[in-house]
Nanobody
Framework: QVQLVESGGGLVQAGGSLRLSCAASGRTLGRYAMGWFRQAPGKEREFVVAINWSGGSTTYADSVKGRFTISRDNAKNTVYLQMNSLKPEDTAVYYC??????????????????WGQGTQVTVSS
């Protein structure tokens, strides 16, 4: 079992920055692919970014490319999402997810095994 806990969400003005963290416990994070997804009210959960188990490969949704950066520290069992130049349309609940024994990058929600509880990000205009 893996437990994921997100933190770092909040209210920020457009153009501002936030850094989300996702701390894993229960099992080592090292061989898990990780991803961030988000869900706005009335919308489906959408892919934001994924990172492979080593941190050497990443893939981003077009909507966040160039503004968001994912990273991971396997020694701390933590994944980070640095969000810059935030826009009102980035407002959503952000979820981190992990996929067991995964060597690649995964972009579909149903491909992931464990999910955090989510953290709210609100960007005001």
């Amino acid at each position: 079992q893996v437990q994921l806990v997100e933190s770092g969400g909040g209210l920020v003005q457009a153009g501002g920055s936030l850094r989300l963290s996702c701390a894993a416990s229960g099992r080592t994070l090292g061989r898990y692919a990780m991803g961030w997804f988000r869900q706005a009210p009335g919308k489906e959960r959408e892919f934001v970014v994924a990172i492979n188990w080593s941190g050497g490969s990443t893939t981003y949704a077009d909507s966040v490319k160039g503004r968001f950066t994912i990273s991971r520290d396997n020694a701390k069992n933590t994944v980070y999402l640095q969000m810059n130049s935030l826009k009102p349309e980035d407002t959503a609940v952000y979820y981190c997810a992990s996929k067991l024994h995964a060597m690649g990058l995964w972009v579909k929600p149903d491909e992931y095994d464990y999910w955090g509880q989510g953290t709210q990000v609100t960007v005001s205009s």
